[in-house]
C-alpha cells in the first residue's frame, strides 16, 4: 500500500507501507485477542516498549504504572510527543470475528468479566508503532526529538495524572507539541475529521449520600423520607443546566445510579445517588458542582433537617479529567498537513463530544503546551454507507460490538500521523 502526500510548503514524504504493513496487522491482532484492563497492562507496556526498543528509542518503562516512554533524539529541533492509551474495557466482546478477544478475568469485586478494546486502543497502538517505524525511516525529513508515549489507565482517568506525576516533562522531555488520535465510530475509515478549540468533555464522578429520619412506612409523619428528598432532588438537578447555566455552555448532568431502602415497608435512613457531570468550560464545572451542594441542602433544609443531616457532595477528584482543548494555531497545522497526506476531501469537520479523554491534562500543566487530538475513522465504509442509508445506529465506542475496519483504519492512521508529526517538526 503506496501513501504518496505532499505538504502546502511542496515537500513530498511517501510512505510505503507494503512490507510494513503485515508486520503491523499481526501486532494489532495479538493486541485485540491480548487486553488488559486499566491498571493492569503489564504486557501490553512490555509489548510497546520492545517495538519502541527495536526501532532505536531509548526505552523507559513502568512510568505512572505501566505507561512506556520513548525517546528518539535526530538533532537540534522542536520536541513532538505522540501518545497512545493502552488499557481495555471490562467488555465481553460480541462482534463475531474470528480474531475477538476471548479473555476474561476476575475483577477488583470477584467478579468474572471479559476483556476487549471496545475503545479502540489496539488501532491506537498499532498506528503509533507504525508512525514509530515510519519517521525513523524518514528520519532525514525532520530535526528534534521524538517522544513516544504509552499510556496505561486512560479508561479510569488515572493514567496521564500518574505520568505527569512521575515527572514526565522534567525526568524525560518537556515537548513543544504534543498529538495524539482516536478511533471514531461515526467516521468512515480512509477519513479524519477534527476541530480546533474544545473537542472532548471534563468529567467529574459525584456521590451525594441524602439523609433523612427512618421509621416504619405506616407512620410516615414521623419520619423525613430520603427517597423523597431523593426523588425531588433529581427532579431539582435538572434545572442546573436548563435553568442556571447560559444556554450557549454545553451542561451534562446524570444521576446514573440511586440506592435506598431495603424492605417494602421500612423508610430508611439514607439514600444515595451517582451522578457524572460533563462540560466543557471549566468555569461551568465548578458552577454545576457548586448548585448541587446548593440544591440538595436547600431541599433537606425544607424538609426539617438539621444541618448536621444536610446531604454530603463528594467529588471523585482522583477521577475527573478537564475536557480536551486543540490548540487553533497547532491543530491547524495539523489538519494541512494531514489533508496533504490523505487528501483533503477525507479530513472532516467534526462536532465537539460530551466523551471525557484525560489526553486533555496533558495541555493543563504550568507549562501550557500545545495539544492536538484528532478522530481516525474505523467504520467500514461499505457499513458506514447501508447505516446512513437505512437510517440504522452504527455500534459505538464501548460496545460489544464495535468492530473496526482495521485494515484501512491503520495505514490511514499511520499516514496521517507521520505527516503530522513531521509538519510539526518542520
Known amino acids: 500500500m503506496l501513501f504518496t502526500s505532499s505538504f502546502s510548503n511542496a515537500q513530498s514524504l511517501p510512505l510505503d507501507l507494503t512490507s510494513t504493513m503485515p508486520e503491523i496487522e499481526k501486532f494489532y491482532l495479538d493486541l485485540h485477542q491480548s487486553p488488559e484492563l486499566s491498571l493492569h497492562e503489564q504486557v501490553t507496556g512490555r509489548k510497546i516498549a520492545d517495538r519502541l526498543a527495536q526501532l532505536g528509542f531509548s526505552v523507559t518503562s513502568n512510568v505512572g504504572g505501566y505507561g512506556v516512554i520513548g525517546i528518539y533524539k535526530n538533532g537540534d529541533g522542536p520536541t513532538v510527543m505522540i501518545r497512545t492509551d493502552t488499557d481495555g474495557l471490562p467488555i465481553t466482546e460480541q462482534t463475531g470475528k474470528p480474531y475477538a478477544s476471548k479473555v476474561s478475568v476476575i475483577n477488583e469485586h ?5 476483556v476487549m478494546h471496545g475503545c479502540g486502543h489496539d488501532i491506537h497502538m498499532s498506528s503509533f508503532i507504525g ?18 508515549v504509552a499510556q496505561p489507565a486512560e479508561e479510569v482517568g488515572a493514567g496521564a495524572k500518574a505520568m505527569l506525576k512521575e515527572g514526565l516533562f522534567s525526568k524525560y522531555a518537556k515537548p513543544d507539541h504534543i498529538v495524539a ?32 429520619k427512618g421509621g416504619h412506612g405506616a407512620y410516615p ?18 434545572t442546573i443546566t436548563s435553568r442556571e447555566l447560559s444556554p450557549l455552555e454545553p451542561s451534562v448532568i446524570t444521576v446514573g445510579s440511586i440506592h435506598g431502602g431495603s424492605k417494602h415497608n421500612v423508610i430508611s435512613d439514607e439514600v444515595k445517588l451517582q451522578l457524572t457531570l460533563r462540560s466543557y468550560n471549566p468555569a461551568v464545572r465548578t458552577a454545576q458542582i457548586s448548585a448541587l451542594k446548593r440544591i440538595t441542602a436547600g431541599i433537606a433544609q425544607s424538609a426539617g433537617l438539621e444541618e448536621s443531616l444536610y446531604p454530603t457532595v463528594h467529588v471523585h477528584e482522583e477521577e ?20 496533504g497526506a490523505i487528501g483533503k476531501n477525507n479530513v472532516l469537520d467534526t462536532q465537539a463530544v460530551m466523551a471525557g ?24 465504509p461499505s457499513q458506514y454507507a447501508d447505516a446512513k442509508k437505512n437510517n440504522r445506529v452504527l455500534p459505538s465506542l464501548h460496545s460489544s460490538q464495535f468492530a473496526p475496519d482495521y485494515k484501512i483504519a491503520i495505514p490511514t492512521g499511520i499516514n496521517a500521523m507521520t505527516h503530522a508529526a513531521v509538519a510539526l517538526f518542520n
Open 357 to 380: 479523554e484525560d489526553f486533555g491534562l496533558y495541555g493543563r500543566t504550568e507549562d501550557n503546551i500545545p495539544i492536538t487530538l484528532f478522530w481516525l475513522g474505523g467504520v467500514n
Open 320 to 339: 475527573s479529567i478537564p475536557s480536551t482543548y486543540n490548540d487553533p494555531a497547532q491543530t491547524n497545522l495539523v489538519r494541512n498537513a494531514i489533508e
Open 131 to 148: 508512525t514509530a517505524e515510519q519517521l525513523i525511516t524518514h528520519k532525514d525529513k525532520w530535526q528534534g526529538t521524538l517522544m513516544m
Open 110 to 114: 470477584g467478579t468474572k468479566v471479559g
Open 181 to 212: 488520535l482516536h478511533v471514531s465510530a461515526n467516521v468512515p475509515a480512509g477519513k479524519v475529521a477534527l476541530k480546533n478549540e474544545y473537542t472532548m468533555a471534563s468529567v467529574d464522578s459525584v456521590d451525594i449520600a441524602i439523609k433523612g
Open 221 to 238: 409523619h414521623t419520619t423525613i423520607d430520603p427517597v423523597v428528598l431523593a426523588a425531588r432532588s433529581v427532579l431539582a438537578i435538572q
